[in-house]
């Protein structure tokens, strides 16, 4: 499985705000906002472009657009926040919605929102969410992808744990992992190592 860390300095300065236990919720999103403004950079750097002529004020030169514009599906909650920003750097993407929450004991999904397109061949798709743990939330959102015919699609997670990686690329599932850091571990309650704490809970408030 293509995974792609992204070493720049600036995303490390972003994520160390994140990672900061005492970074408050405001700073948190602001960083997860400047930080998936760098992921996506990076994971549309080799996106298809086509070239149409447009003029300058002084001559005429080729402009470019995205060839195969993606469809960002964020994962709620901790997911919303990445969903602007992304929006913001593709405004000609469309946006689907995956609503789930981790048991805290089985940590299993639990799905409760659903909203995506029917069709989704020839398309290319973005997952946001900041955290890729045992990656039963992104295998389980990227079935819900790949059932609708997407076979191109792009995990963007801020942190990754190499249970999460291991269990992506052993599902076979078509899928490409662009993240900030590859963290140590998973403790025993299923947290990412050093990880930021809950992402969801970091973001908007303890549920
Ligand atoms: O890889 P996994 O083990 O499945 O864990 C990762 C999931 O956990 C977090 O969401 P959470 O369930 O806490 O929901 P929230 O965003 O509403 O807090 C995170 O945003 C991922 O969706
Ligand atoms: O460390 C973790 C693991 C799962 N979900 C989070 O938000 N953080
Ligand atoms: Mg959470």
Do not use: W
């Not at 300058?56 to 960002?72: D, E, M, Q, W």
């Amino acid at each position: 499985m293509d995974t792609r860390v992204v070493e720049h300095p600036l995303a490390k300065s972003r994520l160390s705000t994140m990672r900061d236990a005492r970074t408050g919720s405001s700073a948190f999103r602001a960083a997860l906002q400047e930080l998936t403004l760098m992921l996506i950079y990076e994971a549309t750097r080799e996106a298809e472009v086509i070239a149409e002529p447009i003029h300058s004020p002084v001559a005429r030169t080729n402009g470019y657009r995205l060839a195969h514009p993606p469809l960002l599906v964020p994962v709620l909650r901790a997911g919303l926040g990445m969903a602007d920003q992304a929006h913001k750097l593709i405004p000609e993407a469309q946006m689907g919605f995956v609503g789930l929450a981790r048991d805290e004991e089985t940590l299993q999904p639990t799905p409760y929102l659903e909203s995506l397109p029917a069709d989704l061949s020839d398309r290319p798709v973005y997952v946001l969410d900041p955290m890729l743990a045992t990656g039963g939330s992104m295998v389980h959102t990227i079935r819900l992808l790949v059932e609708r015919g997407a076979t191109d699609v792009t995990a963007i997670c801020t942190v990754a744990a190499p249970e999460g990686l291991r269990r992506l690329d052993e599902s076979g599932l078509p899928v490409r992992v662009v993240t900030a850091s590859v963290d140590d571990r998973l403790n025993e309650s299923g947290y990412i190592v050093p990880g930021l704490g809950d992402a969801g809970d970091r973001a908007y408030g303890a549920v």
